[in-house]
């Protein structure tokens, strides 16, 4: 495909990608989400380093990629997953997904804003996310948010790909400078996070970044 016709399908495609809707091209969004995102998903459910009794939320779960690899790891009787999506497609198609654990009470799916999340203070022990953060309307909202749920000391693993962010920003997808990762990691610091970090890792012969952060509190 040409470097034009990427640029017309990313285009086309861009509402989706943030938000996508029970239709033709949020069908196709979620299957190009569950292709090219598996990898991301994948360590960085690795790179959280879960325990077995852990509380662990996913942000921007999506289709469920990232849900089934860190649910196999809570193994604990107390170990329990929650994931949030802002798509009301996405959150119901990771709720049938992950319907058997969803009733059993492993694991807690809520549609909802980022920024305004149903989960008590200082209840987190890991958060991870990946292709998320740019499509806040409000980094720090968001950030800040984050950190009231999280446990003190708890860690949260982001994953992107820099490439592929810098391939897209030409088109208008996002707003703004608000996909640069020094800006999400600007907004972590503002908002209570530590040791924040981005590190570059490879996978499958696939690059990608990785930026680590602690709640302080």
């Given at each position: 495909?040409?470097?034009?016709?990427?640029?017309?399908?990313?285009?086309?495609?861009?509402?989706?990608?943030?938000?996508?809707?029970?239709?033709?091209?949020?069908w196709?969004?979620?299957?190009?989400?569950?292709?090219?995102n598996?990898?991301?998903?994948?360590?960085a459910?690795k790179?959280?380093?879960?325990?077995?009794?852990?509380?662990?939320?996913?942000?921007?779960h999506?289709?469920?990629?990232?849900?089934?690899?860190?649910?196999?790891?809570?193994?604990?009787?107390?170990?329990?997953?929650?994931?949030i999506?802002?798509?009301?497609?996405?959150?119901?198609v990771?709720?049938?997904?992950?319907?058997?654990?969803?009733?059993?009470?492993?694991?807690?799916?809520?549609?909802?804003?980022v920024?305004?999340?149903p989960?008590?203070?200082?209840?987190?022990?890991?958060?991870f996310?990946?292709?998320c953060?740019?499509?806040?309307?409000?980094?720090?909202?968001?950030?800040?948010?984050?950190?009231?749920?999280?446990?003190?000391?708890?860690?949260?693993?982001t994953?992107?790909?820099?490439?592929?962010?810098?391939?897209?920003?030409p088109?208008?997808?996002?707003?703004?400078?608000?996909?640069?990762?020094?800006m999400?990691?600007?907004?972590?610091?503002?908002t209570?996070?530590?040791?924040?970090?981005?590190?570059?890792?490879?996978?499958?012969?696939?690059?990608?970044?990785?930026?680590f952060?602690?709640a302080?509190?």
């Amino acid at each position: 495909m040409s470097e034009r016709l990427q640029r017309m399908f990313l285009q086309k495609l861009g509402p989706q990608l943030g938000r996508p809707t029970q239709s033709v091209a949020g069908w196709i969004t979620a299957k190009v989400l569950t292709k090219r995102n598996r990898v991301l998903e994948e360590n960085a459910v690795k790179l959280c380093d879960i325990s077995p009794q852990d509380t662990v939320l996913e942000l921007g779960h999506g289709p469920g990629i990232g849900l089934e690899a860190a649910a196999r790891l809570l193994s604990g009787p107390k170990g329990r997953l929650l994931g949030i999506d802002y798509s009301e497609y996405m959150h119901q198609v990771a709720s049938d997904k992950m319907q058997e654990l969803i009733a059993s009470g492993k694991v807690t799916l809520y549609h909802c804003d980022v920024a305004s999340m149903p989960i008590s203070e200082s209840n987190v022990d890991k958060v991870f996310h990946c292709n998320c953060y740019y499509f806040w309307p409000d980094l720090k909202k968001g950030t800040s948010e984050i950190h009231r749920v999280m446990k003190p000391g708890g860690l949260m693993v982001t994953t992107l790909s820099l490439n592929s962010l810098e391939h897209m920003a030409p088109t208008n997808i996002f707003t703004g400078e608000s996909w640069r990762p020094d800006m999400y990691m600007e907004a972590l610091r503002a908002t209570g996070f530590s040791d924040v970090r981005m590190e570059n890792r490879t996978d499958k012969l696939f690059t990608f970044q990785v930026v680590f952060a602690t709640a302080l509190k």
